[in-house]
């Protein structure tokens, strides 16, 4: 049985019916990359693989020289794709060597800090902060701003100065040294709501799976030190012996009575921090551009998404595009020092008007601006200290969520993860043992040579 206390399935990543565009929109663009081996082959198992777009080329869209950005900057699309000639990991070398806003120094500068850091080992313990690791390793600020800090705070929805060195370090390492297309981007073309309330919602139930939406948990009945079940908002009361608690961490001890055993370890939880992440929603009288996707370089705005392209959509007269800013403390109502959403907006705007200048010709039709404050946990150094594994020391009861321990972040790959571990877990406990995740990914050899990986 699957209790959810909202009105479908999906979570986080989910979409809503916005009233003026009178449209579908996901609350956030959510794509995965090639290295989210679990989310990829879950999405393969409940039938939506289909549902996604693989990027096999970005584009990052920075200045078209190194140096300084005036008002009379140009922009350039720097194409960014593997070279099929080349072993991995130096199949990304001539796409790193092409981008135009870094020169020979920066770039030498880059391949020196990316060597070093797959070489480093973390101490996770007593680990530095991305900012502090790349200033020690000689970093300049103009290569932190227009490579780290691009990288990172989007697959990390984080700022440098609080990410941890292991992090970092996985994302790179993972993304884009282990193996040959890790790094490819897998983008839905289905919005949110279908791809996982209703096509899961479908496979769930022809298998079995009794589905109760509306249901909010109130507490989780725990008796002598065994989970005796569950009891619902409405008051109604569910035996069970067996419980996998998958809500948001700043939900799980409110569910639990006020004693249990473990409750001091796993009270740690309440220490992790959330990250904000923003989308802005454009929708315009005609195509800006007609990429499908692209990566900002030193811009408010991060990620552009050309909605109407991605869904293979007609376009009824109106462009959509989604700009994703994520980390983006600055942009909650108490970072925001007194600059309105439209301001925002507005300022998104005269950015992609710098890059596309068509733009100044296009009348917006319609726009939204949507922050998630509690979108993922922060990576902070320490922070895998405070992460529990699935199996608690109630019998019977089992933790899920991207936040429990599975050594990713914030991400549907981690959220995947976290529930293979607690059903293996659960089915240990049953006498019934498996293996349910898939065994690490093999590292090219070159790899393995060059970074001791
Ligand atoms: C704006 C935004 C952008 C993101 N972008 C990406 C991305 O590009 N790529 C990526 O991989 N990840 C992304 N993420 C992160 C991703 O959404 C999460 O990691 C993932 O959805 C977590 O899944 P989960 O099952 O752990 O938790 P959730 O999705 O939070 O699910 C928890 C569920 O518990 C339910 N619940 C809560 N309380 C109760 C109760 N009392 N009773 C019953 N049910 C309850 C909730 O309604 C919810 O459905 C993004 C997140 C946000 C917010």
Sequence with gaps: M??????????????????????????????????????????????????????????????????????????????????????????????????????????????????????????????????????????????????????????????????????????FVDGFLRARDSWQVLIPTTPLEQLYGTTISDWLTARGTEIRLKTGIKQIHITEGKVTGVELRD??????????????????????????????????????EAAPITSVHLWFDREITPLPHAVFVDCLSQWMFNRTQLMQQEHDGRWYYQIVISASHQLTAAGRQGRSQEEIIQEVIAELTRIWPVTAEAQLLHSRM???????????????????AQRTQVAGLYLAGDWTSTGWPATMEGAVRSGL?????????????????LPPENTAFLSKMLFRL
Aim: aromatic share 6%; glycine share 4%; hydrophobic share 40%.
């Design 2 to 171: 699957l209790l959810e206390s909202r009105p479908r399935l999906g979570g986080r990543a989910s979409s809503f019916e916005d009233q003026q565009s009178q449209s579908l929109i996901d609350n956030c663009q959510h794509v995965s990359m090639g290295c989210c081996h679990e989310f990829n082959r879950f999405c393969e198992t409940v039938g939506i693989a289909d549902s996604f777009e693989r990027a096999e080329q970005l584009y990052f869209i920075g200045p078209h020289q190194s140096g300084p950005v005036s008002t009379d900057t140009r922009f350039q699309v720097n194409r960014f794709a593997s070279s099929p000639a080349l072993p991995t990991p130096l199949h990304l070398f001539p796409a790193f060597a092409r981008l135009s806003y870094l020169n020979f120094r920066e770039k030498r500068e880059l391949a020196q800090g990316l060597k070093q850091l797959a070489r480093t080992r973390v101490n996770p313990e007593n680990e530095p902060t991305m900012a502090d690791w790349l200033q020690a390793h000689g970093q300049s600020q103009t290569v932190i701003d227009r490579f780290w800090n691009v990288v990172l705070v989007s697959a990390l929805s984080e700022s440098l100065d609080r990410i941890s060195l292991s992090h970092a370090r996985k994302v």
């Design 235 to 272: 008051g109604t009361h569910i035996d069970a012996d067996r419980v996998v608690l998958a809500v948001p961490h700043q939900r799980v001890l409110d569910l639990l009575p006020a004693e249990f055993p473990g409750r001091t370890e796993l009270s740690r939880i309440e220490q992790l």
């Design 370 to 388: 949507l922050t998630e404050h509690h979108a993922v946990f922060s990576v902070q150094p320490g922070v895998e200290q405070l992460r529990p």
């Design 421 to 437: 571990l607690a059903a293996e877990e659960l089915l240990h406990d049953l006498g019934k043992p498996e293996s349910l995740l």
